[in-house]
């Protein structure tokens, strides 16, 4: 997997996992051991996706009337 | 500014919800600075929110005291202790306040009073609690430390008298949450709180046992005197305790008038603390006579209490008890009007704000309560003991009040019950809509039978109830009231599920923990696995109030409590310290973190390996060996099995045997009094204490993954049918039989519940969720947008607020994760 931000190269389990806030989603939160930004991991692809920052929803907004149950990747 | 410019700003923050501002616009200028005087107290899961200090120095007078009084029998020892750093401790009265009384030495600092042991470990862990220069106090800290390691600590002669075994268990941060001594205290108010007495008149009281009482220990000797030697000696520590509360209290009335005669120069304020001077002389010496004496009197005896040991949770019923003098002052009188009476009460909410427990207590506290110092759940509504109506004006005046001040705790939780008038209705509507996350609702009738189902409270009694701590009823009467309940009856259960998989094992702190019922590898049947799991669940809870019963058995012994017991008429008229279980009925229950994740893993297993035979136990076990990395596809089917929440019988049936299995092991636990132990399953934020401890688990989630928000909530995103499949779920549950009380949290729509129409939708909602027997209930209502605003720019949202489970907290004042938990619970629409 490579980071999205530093470009280190390793396989996912050396990017530590911190959480993934919906467990029905395949995205969770890992930390690269290199430049140590916080990116959102499809864990399904294995593929880092992007640097997560203050605010921002990896995980898509809530389910729910407010509109926007779209999670950050599609699950099948 | 200008009246209707001031209309026009509170219109627009309304008109954007952002209830906060608004807030700041409509309150008094005395309650604005009085709310902003305030030091944030807790933690965010780690750091304390304000750069609050310890005070050092009341652990070194305690030690002195200690000494001085070191061959005094126990009950007069802490009696003399307490006594004199009551009448020497720093007091201080905040510019504007016409409440006052206070636990710390100062705004900024809170008091330490030093431990042996591993008691301290919070405070070498987070040195910048410690006041500069560092070295200096780091080396009090440590001869403090190793006083008390030589004089045995409490809670070392606690632990050391208990069965070994357990209590290794019981520390090794594992399964149990909470501490052998402190915990949620009950508050005999029937006694002290209805105007008929005060600490003098329970003084005369005290007198005339001791008097009986010396009659015959002067008098013909035979064995029926023998226990009335230690009676005396408990009874003079509680009068001793008394008098040294009144003494304390009329150092305020002192500085007050000090304060009004040499300092003061504007004549509103100089009349103000004269007032102030007068009260504090008056209470708690005295009964009441008006509103202000009552919120004085009762909040004097909140801090005393406090300051006699930790407490965790604040038991009250502030409508019901100063209603009358409400009534009589704004109403009746017209003493004061209800603006000045809001100025009062809103004050009083700030006062209990600002009460302090956390900074020097260790991780377990810090990450199960984030954001705030304890769990101050105010009773509100319900019924008299005839049966009728107990709201008044004043259950009115306090969520106005609250609507002012936001302050996330207190906070409150509303007795419904079928004649609650739409009046009150709307209030409690209104300060959920302005997203303070209180009142959480709670159904009297179901709970009243309850509380005389469990633990045999005739029904006049039940009907007192107030919340013990976040959410179990408690009776306020003389063998209704439970003084004290160790927090340490709360069990980590999704450790249950974890060591049905694991033989019994721990892989997270290394110890064969529970019994070994079987490889779940070689499990062939989902029988073996839901019996090896009945069997964990029967350890744990043994385990735990084992554990319960033991300290509360000898914590007389080891620290009684004179104060408590001087405002408890059973100790009274006794003459033993209150912790002593006689003529107790009990209040017993365990508290159960973590337990969804039970049925929903369960069920996903019986689906998943037993039902579909897609995968096998030996199979799973792999995955959840390797935390499910590497394994995505097969963690998405356990994901996507049946859940909790969903008004699917798979799923509830599931929830409905776990709960009757533990309900029928709970007839079998007896508290002392010899009363049941039913389990009440709700987190605070235990859920994110827990996530690094709890190991990976068949309903989908990673070692590192926040638990469920607790109680009988479904998982986050997990409820996927709708409010009302939630609360058919829920109501599947027998909320009198099947346990003590169930937590449910829901999030709603502010977008959607606007205006009369959005309090049309919400009544109905609470009618189904009270036609279908829920017990309990609570929203938030904050949108995402503003959520997520909030972790971008803190500052600029420091004063929302959030229902984290049975309590609320300032969002900015949580951690991540626990925001990030909160965001992904689903937003209901109930219309």
Redesign the interface.
């Known amino acids: 997997m490579k980071c999205t931000e530093c470009g280190h190269e390793a396989s996912?389990?050396k990017f530590r996992?911190?959480?993934?806030?919906?467990?029905?989603?395949?995205v969770?939160m890992r930390q690269c051991p290199n430049c140590m930004e916080v990116l959102a991991v499809d864990?399904?692809k294995r593929e880092a996706l992007k640097k997560v920052?203050?605010?921002?929803?990896p995980?898509g907004?809530?389910?729910?009337?407010?509109g926007l149950a779209e999670d950050a990747v599609q699950?099948? | 500014m200008a009246e209707p410019a001031l209309n026009e700003k509170i219109q627009e923050f309304e008109g954007k919800q952002q209830w906060w501002w608004a807030a700041e616009v409509k309150r008094s200028k005395r309650l604005d600075y009085l709310r902003k005087a305030v030091w944030r107290k807790g933690s965010t899961g780690g750091a304390p929110i304000s750069p609050i200090k310890l005070d050092l120095e009341p652990a070194l007078r305690r030690i002195e005291l200690y000494k001085q009084f070191k061959q005094e029998p126990l009950p007069l020892r802490m009696a003399k202790i307490h006594s004199a750093m009551w009448g020497s401790d720093l007091i201080y009265i905040v510019d504007q306040s016409q409440i006052v009384g206070s636990k710390t030495p100062s705004p900024s600092t809170e008091e330490w009073y030093g431990s042996g042991g591993i008691g301290n470990a919070a405070v070498y862990n987070y040195p910048e609690i410690l006041p500069e220069p560092l070295e200096e106090s780091l080396k009090v800290v440590h001869d403090v430390g190793q006083f008390w390691d030589q004089e045995g600590e409490a809670m070392e002669k606690l632990i050391s008298g208990g069965d070994p075994e357990d209590m290794a268990k019981y520390q090794s941060g594992a399964i149990a949450w909470g501490s052998l001594i402190g915990g949620y205290s009950g508050k005999n108010y029937e006694y002290f709180m209805t105007g008929k007495r005060a600490f003098e008149d329970i003084i005369e009281e005290i007198e005339e046992n001791i008097a009986k009482a010396e009659e015959k220990t002067q008098g013909v000797s035979g064995p029926d005197i023998l226990p009335l030697y230690n009676k005396i000696l408990n009874w003079e520590a509680m009068k001793l305790s008394l008098e040294a509360g009144i003494r304390w209290a009329r150092r305020y009335a002192r500085l007050a008038r000090i304060i009004a005669e040499n300092f003061e120069t504007d004549p509103k304020r100089k009349e103000e603390l004269l007032r102030v001077s007068e009260t504090c002389e008056r209470v708690p010496a005295k009964p009441p006579r008006n509103l202000q004496e009552s919120l004085q009197y009762d909040h004097f005896i909140q801090v005393l209490a406090r300051k006699e040991q930790v407490e965790g949770a604040w038991p009250a019923r502030p409508d019901y008890y100063h209603g009358p003098y409400y009534n009589k002052d704004v109403n009746i009188e017209k003493n004061i009007t209800k603006e000045e009476a809001l100025d009062l009460i809103g004050e009083f909410l700030i006062r209990a704000y600002d009460m302090p427990v956390v900074l020097a207590m260790g991780k377990w506290v810090r990450e199960g309560l984030q954001g705030i110092a304890g769990t101050w759940v105010w009773t509100l509504g319900g019924v008299k003991q005839d049966g009728s109506d107990a709201c008044n004006d004043m259950t009115i005046a306090l969520m106005q009040a609250a609507r002012l001040v936001r302050t996330p705790n207190p906070t409150f939780a509303f007795r419904w019950h079928p004649k609650v008038k739409d009046e009150v209705m709307r209030e409690i509507f209104e300060c959920i809509r302005h997203g303070l996350g209180y009142p959480a609702m709670r159904n009297d009738p179901i709970l009243i039978a309850n509380a005389m189902h469990w633990h045999r409270h005739p029904i006049e009694e039940a009907r007192t109830w107030v919340h013990q701590a976040c959410m179990s009823p408690c009776p306020t009467t003389k063998h209704g009231t439970q003084p004290y309940r160790m927090a340490s009856a709360t069990a980590n259960c999704a450790k249950i599920i974890e060591y049905a998989l694991w033989n019994g094992y721990d892989q997270v702190v290394n110890m064969q923990m529970g019994p070994k019922t079987g490889d779940a590898r070689e499990f062939t049947e989902f029988e073996q696995l839901f019996q090896a799991w009945v069997k964990q669940m029967e350890w744990l809870f043994s385990l735990l109030t084992r554990t319960v019963n033991y300290a509360r058995y000898v914590q007389s012994d080891v620290v009684p409590r004179p104060f408590l017991s001087g405002i408890s008429q059973r100790a009274v008229d006794s003459g033993l310290d209150i912790m002593r279980p006689d003529g107790e009925r009990g209040n017993a229950w365990i508290t159960a973190f973590t337990w969804v994740e039970n049925p929903d893993s369960l069920t996903a297993i019986k689906k998943v390996v037993f039902d579909d035979k897609k995968y096998t136990m030996a199979q799973l076990m792999d995955a959840l060996e390797a935390n499910w990395d590497g394994y995505e596809e097969m963690r998405l089917d356990f994901v996507n099995a049946p859940k909790w929440g969903n008004d699917d019988d798979y799923a509830d049936d599931m929830m409905l045997r776990c709960l009757r299995e533990s309900a029928r092991f709970s007839r079998e636990l007896k508290d002392p009094s010899g009363n049941s132990w039913p389990i009440l399953p709700e987190n605070v934020s235990g859920n994110i204490h827990y996530s690094s401890i709890v190991r990976s688990l068949p309903n989908g989630r990673r070692q590192g993954d926040a638990l469920y928000d607790g109680g009988i909530s479904p998982g986050p995103g997990l409820d996927k049918k709708g409010p009302t499949a939630v609360l058919k779920s829920c109501g599947k549950i027998d909320h009198i039989v099947d346990g003590r009380a169930f937590l449910l949290n829901q999030r709603l729509s502010p977008t959607q519940l606007q205006g009369e129409k959005g309090y049309q939708l919400w009544r109905a909602y609470m009618k189904t969720w009270a036609d279908l027997g829920l017990d309990h209930v609570q929203f938030n209502m904050v949108s995402d947008e503003t959520l997520r605003a909030a972790q971008k720019d803190p500052e600029k949202y420091s004063e929302v607020i959030v229902r984290v489970a049975g309590y609320s907290a300032h969002f900015v004042d949580i951690s991540r994760k626990t925001q990030d938990n909160i965001i992904q619970r689903t937003i209901q629409g109930i219309g």
């Open positions: 996912p389990d996992y911190l959480y993934n806030a919906r467990i029905d989603a395949s969770s864990e399904l920052g203050l605010g921002d929803a995980w907004k809530s389910a729910g009337i407010e699950t099948t």
